[in-house]
């Protein structure tokens, strides 16, 4: 069936860098964009930005620009979201999410940033 | 920057209607999207394009669109359609995507 799987839970100290990895299965993964979406806990949805898997296109929201990247593999179908230098307020749930529709969405990360 | 804007919170008794709206400029021009969140779980499409409904949806759900509003209606609401939802959009341009808020809907 179609899915994404995503990687572990992380704890991370202020300063450092996480890498979140989202792998597709089930479908063509260069057929449809992947966004990105986090969640602190007891809040909205953010939506943080999105890549074209085919190109590597991405664009990004004006509040993460230039703390974060998202870039894939396709011989793997995995897209990945990197966020550097981290702070407590980076503490939520990141989501990928497939196509401009978000209609299958990862089961989320947890990002913990504690020192 | 574009905002969408949800009610916080709407009640309703189960098999009663249920309407939730989202409010934002650009709506007229770009399609709405909403989903539902449960504790503890990813979100969940529910409706797409203003009103199309995926697969394995119940029936009670559906979405109209009017100006600057978009409209979840759950029809005969059960308890299990108690959930957080948040509705998705594009600014004028196309390039941003927002979410609303959230709504929370209670089932007394």
């Given amino acids: ?115 | 920057s574009y905002e969408l804007t949800q009610p916080p919170s709407v009640s309703v008794s189960p098999g009663q209607t249920a309407r939730i709206t989202c409010s934002g400029d650009a709506l007229p021009k770009q399609y709405a999207y909403w989903y539902q969140q449960k504790p503890g779980q990813a979100p969940v499409l529910v409706i797409y394009k203003d009103s199309e409904r995926p697969s394995g949806i119940p029936e009670r759900f559906s979405g109209s669109s009017s100006g600057t509003t978009v409209t979840l209606t759950i029809s005969g609401v059960q308890a299990e359609d108690e959930a957080d939802y948040y509705c998705q959009s594009a600014d004028s341009s196309g390039t941003i995507t927002v979410f609303g808020g959230g709504t929370k809907l209670t089932v007394l």
């Fill in chain 1, 1 to 115: 069936q179609v899915q994404l799987v995503q990687s572990g839970a992380e704890v991370k100290k202020p300063g450092a860098s996480v890498k979140v990895s989202c792998k597709a299965s089930g479908y063509t993964f260069t057929s449809y964009d992947i966004n990105w979406v986090r969640q602190a806990t007891g809040q909205g949805l953010e939506w943080m930005g999105w890549m074209n898997p085919n190109s590597g296109n991405t664009g990004y929201a004006q509040k993460f620009q230039g703390r974060v990247t998202m870039t894939r593999n396709t011989s793997i179908s995995t897209a990945y979201m990197e966020l550097s230098s981290l702070r407590s307020e980076d503490t939520a749930v990141y989501y990928c999410a497939r196509d401009d529709a978000f209609d299958i969405w990862g089961q989320g990360t947890m990002v913990t940033v504690s020192s």
